[in-house]
């Protein structure tokens, strides 16, 4: 009897432990621990000496060069998100849909740079700008599709993503063949250059024109999948393709549409990019490609306003992060750490919510 | 769960993929020269040489192989070393006239690989040459990093010269890490460093200055010859910082050296950071901040960039001083207007260098070679090198060549300064003179 008590004494015990959700509580303390570095840090960083510290301007400064920069990306991230939406695949190629837009407007703004255009009717040729890229990377968007994504749409999954990448390393190089391997200066209006001051505030010209842009883009994008008829099938394709063509929507339409959207979108994009770094280069489309698809899932992909959400923070992250945290710990170079430290984040979000912010807080069944 | 298991891949291949890009661009570009003539005679005795020998039959090339960035952000690099030692290879003849010459009877054939300014386009193009036991040497590397740790241990375990015309990391001379089969005619950063701090303290009479630098071999070791070499001179470092050669957004970290208020940013990288660097710095950086890269950056790919000079801000960026080369009127007369004939307008300075390394290597095959009377040629491989490092008061296109055993073939280097935009390369303005040029050499500076 004895014996046998100490069995089940060991059984309950065992049971307890097993009870316990340590999966749970690990995440918990490891967010614990990061929560408390990041505080930390930032605490070290805002209470270093006077003469060592970020002033308001420098803190402005980064704040608004990274809700710039984050807008861009989130513009970017829209086209991730939309795909996915609708077709459940990564368009790694997305990156180089973006690219080729910058060079479409590279073309024209070059060619009106020199004949005096550009500064003579800023708006005008910035608008021009804008249709032109918009429609190349539409064009190439709307190509992508049909040559490489839709004789694979019934394919496995992982044959799209390997096509997608593929796509991406054969539009990058096609463009090194066309275009030539060096980067090129992107021509801005003078009325672009110089700072602006809204509400006491001073800002980049440039970017107040990038900000403006992104929200009237998401603004109207909104409107375009919640209002209009495109949109709702847009909607019930993404809800669920096969009962969506059951109720006599054109699946494949409403995907070649998604493709031009986002396309449309990474046109937009690639112009903010180029005025605003005023360069362009086939290698370009790589590393904002990369950006965007960690703000989408980090917004929720899937989700537009989580597209939009997740490309602002990520900009920020990058911008602000390394400066708040690392900077108090003494750490030089801090800079250099961005990647490490919005992957980390974006890891966090991942724990927590495997959706994204604004996704779905359940794991997607597949 | 399925879906959360492929966003974890994913997640992870697009931070890997980050890491891939940091990891990507890098490299160096230098001068140097080295010339050579020794002579050894006699039969050969393969067996006795570890590496063994090249034999080349009567009427068979003499195959060599370049290793030089013909792709990506830096081909304008290597493509214009290759054009060099097309060029030298066209000179054995003793005249431009675009039809290959002969060394020893022989025709020289030149195969062109990538090392795609990378550690793993020099390990894969290294392992290629590596392969084909007929190449007598190899002209490369374009970037330190395809050369450090990797091509020149991958050749040099095989017997096999590289010679770098660009190369400028310190490490790749450096007692710890030279490898026996390694030389360069490009100079050695730290001349370039001691330099350019000696042009920011006596020239700009600014005593402050920050360094941001990509993660290559190159732009790190460069930043840091820099560093040294100011505080030296009593100036102070406010900040350094670092950044990716695939970044594009350099604002929060122009932001960050505002912050500290220097007098100069020095940024010895590639282009197009160079170019990113200029711009969106004179954006944030204070009015008058003067900006300064390196021979990576002065190329024509800036030029299109940037276009004309930013109000208020100077950019300068130092180089090999095309001006001092020695031989003046043999470059200025013959070597340039032979390469403009043939390939048009340089993109770097360093065909000149690719032009010298050619040559002492082909005096080296000629002191080295053995011919047994019927137009068949042996060359031992340690014979080779051997004649190459004994290479001494070699009058080169870019100066005397005089090779240390560590493999620095341009001890005795003049660096200019060039004011943006009057630049030597193609789309550069008029008058192209550095505002500022010194001569030093390594014993100077180490």
């Not at chain 1, 500064?119 to 709307?142: C, E, F, K, Q, T």
């Not at chain 2, 793993?120 to 740790?149: F, H, K, M, R, Y």
């Not at chain 2, 043999?330 to 340039?336: G, V």
């Not at chain 2, 390394?357 to 040629?377: C, K, M, P, Y």
Request: proline residues 4%; contains cysteine; aromatic residues 8%.
């Amino acid at each position: 009897m004895a014996t046998a008590t100490d069995e089940q004494v060991r059984g309950a015990e065992l049971g307890l432990l097993e009870r316990l959700p340590w999966r749970r509580i690990i995440l918990v303390v490891l967010s614990i621990v990061i929560l408390a570095v990041v505080v930390i840090g930032a605490y070290k960083t805002l209470t270093l000496p006077a003469d060592q510290r970020y002033t308001t301007t420098t803190w402005k400064d980064f704040i608004i060069l990274g809700l710039a920069q984050g807008a861009i990306i989130g513009l970017i991230a829209l086209g991730y998100t939309l795909v996915y939406g609708i077709l459940r695949m990564i368009n790694f190629a997305h990156g180089e849909v973006f690219m080729f837009g910058a060079f479409g407007a590279y073309f024209f703004s070059h060619a009106w740079e020199e004949s005096g255009f550009l500064d003579s009717n800023p708006v005008l040729s910035m608008a021009l700008l804008l249709v032109v890229a918009m429609l190349v990377s539409m064009g190439v968007a709307i190509l992508l599709e049909r040559i490489a994504y839709r004789p694979l749409r019934n394919a496995p999954r992982l044959v799209p993503l390997i096509t997608a990448i593929g796509a991406s390393l054969f539009l990058a190089n096609t463009a090194r063949g066309f275009f030539g391997a060096q980067s090129r200066g992107f021509g801005v209006p003078a009325v672009l250059e110089g700072t602006w001051t809204i509400l006491g505030v001073e800002v980049d010209r440039i970017q107040v024109v990038v900000l403006v842009t992104v929200i009237v883009a998401v603004t109207v994008l909104s409107l375009f999948v919640s209002k209009t008829t495109t949109g709702k099938s847009m909607r019930a394709v993404a809800a669920d393709s096969e009962i969506a063509s059951l109720m006599g929507i054109r699946v494949d339409r409403v995907i070649v549409i998604t493709f031009a959207i986002g396309g449309l979108l990474a046109g937009i994009a690639a112009v903010l990019f180029s005025i605003t770094f005023e360069s362009v280069s086939f290698t370009m489309g790589f590393r904002p490609g990369i950006a965007a698809f960690t703000a989408a899932v980090l917004g929720g992909i899937g989700s537009i306003s989580g597209a939009a959400l997740g490309g602002v923070l990520l900009g920020l992250l990058q911008s602000i992060g390394p400066a708040l945290i690392l900077t108090g710990y003494g750490i030089p170079s801090s800079f250099q750490l961005k990647d490490a430290f919005t992957f980390l984040v974006l890891v966090l979000v991942l724990i927590f919510r495997p959706g994204g912010l604004l996704g779905s807080s359940e794991a997607e069944k597949v | 769960m399925k879906n959360r298991k492929y966003f974890t891949v994913l997640a992870l291949l697009g931070a890997l993929s980050l890491v891939a890009a940091a990891c990507g661009d890098d490299g160096g570009g230098e001068t140097g020269a080295t010339g050579g003539t020794s002579a050894t005679g006699g039969a050969v005795d393969c067996a006795a040489d570890e590496f063994g020998c090249v034999e080349i039959a009567a009427g068979d090339p003499i195959q060599l192989a370049s290793l030089l960035s013909i792709t990506g952000d830096t081909a304008f690099l290597g493509t214009d070393s290759n054009h060099g030692i097309e060029l030298a290879i066209d000179y054995l003849d003793n005249s431009f006239d675009a039809t290959p010459g002969q060394l020893l009877g022989h025709d020289v054939e030149l195969t062109q690989e990538d090392d795609g300014c990378s550690a793993e386009g020099g390990q894969a193009g290294a392992t290629a040459i590596a392969a084909n036991p007929d190449v007598v040497a190899v002209i490369g590397t374009s970037c330190s990093s395809a050369a450090l740790g990797v091509a020149d241990t991958i050749l040099g375990d095989k017997g096999m010269i590289l010679i770098s015309p660009s190369n400028t990391n310190p490490g790749l001379t450096s007692e710890e890490a030279h490898q026996p089969f390694y030389l360069r005619t490009a100079h050695n950063d730290k001349i370039q460093g001691a330099i350019v701090a000696d042009f920011v303290f006596n020239e700009l009479k600014v005593d402050s200055a920050a360094t941001i630098n990509d993660e290559s071999p190159y732009a790190d070791g460069l930043a840091a010859a820099f560093r040294d070499n100011f505080e030296a001179l009593g100036g102070t470092i406010t900040d350094t910082e670092q950044v990716s050669s695939a970044d594009t957004d350099l604002g929060p970290v122009f932001t960050n050296i505002a912050a500290t208020d220097p007098g100069v940013v020095y940024g010895p990288n590639f282009n197009p950071v160079c170019a990113l660097s200029y711009t969106q710095g004179s954006d944030i950086l204070a009015k008058g901040t003067v900006q300064i890269g390196s021979d990576g950056c002065l190329e024509s790919s800036f030029l299109d960039t940037v276009g004309a000079p930013v109000k208020d801000f100077d950019y300068f960026a130092s180089s090999p001083d095309v001006t001092a080369f020695q031989g003046g009127a043999f470059y200025k007369d013959e070597y340039l207007p032979a390469y403009t004939d043939q390939f048009g307008e340089p993109t770097s300075v360093f065909n000149a260098h690719a032009f010298d390394a050619s040559n002492i290597l082909f005096d080296a095959i000629e002191a080295t070679a053995v011919d047994d009377g019927s137009g068949n040629l042996t060359i031992s491989r340690t014979a080779l090198k051997d004649a190459l490092f004994a290479t001494s008061g070699y009058e080169g296109v870019t100066g005397t060549i005089t090779c240390t055993p560590l493999g620095d073939c341009a001890t005795d280097v003049t660096i200019g300064v060039f004011e943006y935009d009057h630049w030597p390369v193609e789309g550069g303005v008029d008058p192209t003179d550095p505002v500022f040029s010194e001569t030093k050499t390594l014993a100077d500076v180490i």
